[in-house]
């Protein structure tokens, strides 16, 4: 299937290109563009009807070129549709949400403080700080 494709989308890129030089080669009103790039060989190649030579020419093109452009686009949602073995090259599922720790404290520890194995509130060492201590044995220093 892939074979067939390949072929329909090689002829329709050869469709577009030769569709581009049929309509920059058609002679305007006003000489634009079609005759920069040959309206004049045109016309003895294909005499007084060059017209209606280059006019048939892009008609048919465009219906050639729009016919398997809608033929590509049907073949490749069949494809998508229809595909049969290749579970293992699609992605992954996304991952599910972690689960939930069972017990959720209900109120956050104070600024400062760390909770400990036994789950007493513990001071946190700040680096440059004397350690204090805040007993009710400890006696308060001396004012001077």
Known sequence: MSILF????FALMLISGFLILVILAQKTKDGGMGAALGGGATESAFGHETGNVLTTATIYSTIAFF???FVLYLGQIYTKTHRHGDEGLRLPDAPSAPARPSAV???????GTTTSATGALAPVPVPGVAPTTSSASASPAPAH
Do not use: E, W, Y
């Not at 390949?6 to 989308?9: A, D, F, P, R, S």
């Not at 404290?105 to 600024?111: E, G, I, V």
């Open 67 to 69: 016919v398997l452009s």
């Open 6 to 9: 390949g072929i329909l989308t």
């Open 105 to 111: 404290p209900t109120s956050l520890p104070a600024a």
